[in-house]
């Protein structure tokens, strides 16, 4: 998801991006997430390894057609991704929503079927004059977390 939410943050999506801009993008929202961050590992402070893990998978997958049976709708030829279709001018925008809001909401669910139950705090919200206050949980009560 995060090679499609890259080339729509660079309105590439149907278009081509050279892999080094893909691979900004990518990085970008990677690090946006400390569970992505994980997923990609050192890769993102190294343009080698990130360029093999990127070919390696989601390129491949993409130009591989993977889940698509067999149906090509990428290719990555000469160090560029490219959509292998097109769509017209007046549709390219709301195409690009209805692409941007499945790829985020395959994320978000990614990103939540992967957290395990005894990661991270649950807080309240609590208002104080106007203004948001969180209440922690209580340390003693919340294996973990001390």
Known sequence: ???????LNKDQLPGALP????AEGFARLARRSAKLRL??????ENDKALRKHLEKNPINAWAGGSG????????YEDGVFRTKFNVAFEEREA????VREFADWRLGEYLDRSVSPNEGIVCKVLHLNQKPVLL????KKTPGHG
């Open 136 to 139: 922690l949980p209580n340390r």
């Open 68 to 75: 698509t049976k067999g149906k090509k709708f990428f290719a």
């Open 19 to 22: 892999f080094d801009a893909l």
């Open 1 to 7: 998801m995060l090679t499609l939410l890259a080339m």
């Open 95 to 98: 195409f690009q929503e209805l």
């Open 39 to 44: 997923d990609v590992g050192d890769a993102l």
